[in-house]
């Protein structure tokens, strides 16, 4: 416990977030309950341990040096409805698929990071929502209540936790069990080839490089004599937005011979752009974990604002400890980006730059669907990282919102999704996610940037 006093602030308890003002929380209707399902998810076992985090924090060290690359996606907002085999491989399938891709690009080590087990709270814009003169507590995702419009089913319940708890273990399993049983050897890319990579304008493009890889692996070992073992597995790690404080509280431990206190729901929580607030609850609560924590940083925020929070988020200045995910859209980045990496640098912190191009390009078309545009999306994302660049400075990272289903939810991308298309298979609940296809075109698009980049350098 000696050591706890060097690696957690002294006055940070786990709960000391309660005397904060805390954005975006649900209201219960019984303290009571709510209280009793705490204790019980208190000594519920922990999703992911204390290694695993610091091996994660360590890789993204390597990432703030450019030497690997992050690759976090998945569902705005996980169901308990999707919490099945199918939907859970695919996405796996395309996050494998797309980190194939961007390291035959970037020549560099990825990092695996799913948005799921665990991923079921969203802030919301609103408190209530009103229909036909009826107003009811606003849907905050699974964990919290329903999205049907009745009063039961829009009644926070602390249960719920329980349920989300436990939905998040059955995935994190299923997962482990996915890669420890060799379903990302590389060895077999057949096994997370889908259908509609088969179908797809690049396809072409893509079995060419899994054949040169199946190629280059065999080469080497032929060389070696033997299979390269390694080949078989890949680190797949968790996030999700820590934003029910009470849930994350109750996951927070402290572990045997290591110090600190680790939040062991995830590998990786990341605080949302609505509760970032320097003096709110938020802020407190994870200021005092050790696990790698995400900042989302967009409108509005002032460069100082932004270095005063890597102060409180990693006042120890650790590589790897704190990312920041950047949303300011297509249209703001270039005005609002410079002026916090030129605050960071000044100041010197050690940040993991990440792009998350989806939040900031989002609309809503004639039509009522909530929607983003694939070349807008792609702009954010060229446009973070000449930016960067041009600062020297890295982008470590890419942060988006997709699914291996073919949904129709994102405008454009080489299958030509129209606004027309929309209602074709719309599923999401919260925001519109790019489909397989869209994702992996995003991944060849990203990786040709970074080829580029290496190809001028090297000139
Ligand atoms: C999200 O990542 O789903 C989200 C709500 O993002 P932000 O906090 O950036 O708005
Ligand atoms: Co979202």
Redesign the pocket.
């Known amino acids: 416990m000696e050591c706890n006093k060097t690696v957690t602030p002294a006055d940070w308890r786990p709960e000391s977030w309660q005397a904060k003002p805390a954005a975006q929380q649900p209201v219960y209707p019984d303290s009571a309950v709510l209280r009793t399902v705490l204790r019980q998810l208190a000594c519920l076992p922990p999703l992911v341990t204390s290694w695993e985090v610091e091996n994660l924090k360590q890789q993204l060290a390597g990432a703030v040096m450019g030497e690997r690359f992050l690759l976090q996606g998945g569902d705005?907002?996980e169901s308990f409805a999707d919490c099945e085999s199918g939907q859970i491989a695919a996405k796996l399938k395309i996050l494998l698929q797309m980190s194939l891709v961007l390291v035959h690009g970037s020549e560099k080590r990825l990092i695996r990071v799913g948005r799921f087990a665990g991923q079921y709270a969203?802030?919301r814009s609103a408190d209530t929502e009103t229909q036909a003169g009826v107003t009811l507590p606003v849907y905050r995702g699974d964990l919290v209540n329903q999205p049907g419009f009745t009063a039961p089913e829009r009644t926070p319940d602390p249960e719920r936790l329980l349920r989300g708890y436990e939905r998040s273990a059955l995935t994190i399993n299923f997962i482990r069990a996915l890669i420890d049983g060799g379903f990302a050897d590389l060895h077999h890319p057949e096994y997370w080839d889908i259908d509609f990579v088969r179908n797809s304008p690049l396809a072409a493009e893509y079995t060419r490089m899994v054949d040169s890889i199946r190629e280059s692996l065999q080469f080497m070992e032929t060389v070696t004599g033997g299979r390269l073992a390694d080949m078989n597995r890949v680190d797949f790690y968790t996030s999700h937005?820590g934003l029910l404080l009470h849930y994350e509280q109750a996951q927070t431990r402290t572990v045997p011979r290591r110090p600190g206190w680790y939040n062991l729901s995830t590998h990786f929580p990341w605080i949302?752009?609505?509760t970032r607030s320097l003096d709110g609850a938020h802020i407190e609560y994870f200021r005092g974990i050790r696990n790698p924590v995400g900042l989302?940083v967009?409108d509005p925020i002032e460069p100082e604002e932004v270095v005063a929070l890597c102060e409180r988020l990693n006042p120890l200045d650790e590589p790897g400890k704190l990312m920041l995910?950047l949303?300011f859209g297509a249209e703001g980045i270039q005005k609002q980006l410079p002026p916090i990496i030129e605050a960071i640098q000044r100041a010197k912190k050690p940040v993991l730059w990440c792009c998350?191009p989806m939040?900031k390009n989002t609309e809503v078309t004639g039509n009522g669907f909530k929607t983003r545009r694939f070349d807008k999306i792609l702009s954010e994302l060229e446009q973070a990282y000449a930016i960067l660049t041009e600062h020297h400075a890295i982008l470590g990272g890419v942060h988006f919102?997709l699914t291996g289903d073919e949904v129709t939810e994102c405008i454009g991308g080489a299958s030509g999704v129209t606004e027309a298309d929309l209602h074709r298979a719309y599923r999401t609940p919260?925001?519109p996610r790019l489909n397989g296809e869209q994702a992996l075109e995003m991944a060849f698009r990203l990786a040709r940037l970074m080829k580029k980049e290496r190809q001028r350098a090297k000139a």
Do not use: L
């Open positions: 705005c907002s969203k802030p937005e949302g752009n609505r989302k967009g995910i949303r998350d939040h919102e919260v925001d």
